[in-house]
């Protein structure tokens, strides 16, 4: 297990966003990037995406409040050695939210390496 502060995490979760194409932020709409110590739904979760992904809204959609990707640091600490390994763990689950964000399903993901 890794011990990272909080600042610290979000500052590797920053970065993580930050390292993504600028095409496919530009891309991003109504979604916000949270970072919380553990999931309410019990431990081992790294991350969550909740919301309506882009690819299932329409018309209908529109004054609704933003989608979530929450990344859990305890977890994600939990299960690496090293702070190299934390920040691989970050961007791996940082992707992967996004990646719901797209609509894109954790099946894919898994054939995308990306699971």
């Not at 890794?2 to 530009?26: H, Q, Y």
């Not at 891309?27 to 081992?44: C, H, K, T």
């Amino acid at each position: 297990m890794v011990t990272i502060s909080p600042e610290r995490f979000e500052a590797l979760v920053v970065a993580a966003l930050d390292s993504l194409p600028p095409e496919l932020g530009r891309q991003m709409r109504n979604v916000a990037v949270l970072v919380e110590d553990e999931s309410p739904e019990g431990p081992g979760l790294l991350g969550r995406y909740e919301g309506v992904p882009l690819t299932e809204r329409g018309d209908w959609y529109s004054g609704v409040l933003p989608d979530r990707i929450t990344i859990y640091r305890m977890p994600i600490c939990a299960m690496s050695d090293s702070e190299d390994e934390v920040v691989r763990e970050v961007r791996i689950t940082v992707v992967h939210e996004i990646a719901h964000h797209f609509g894109i399903d954790d099946a894919r993901l898994h054939e995308l390496g990306w699971g």
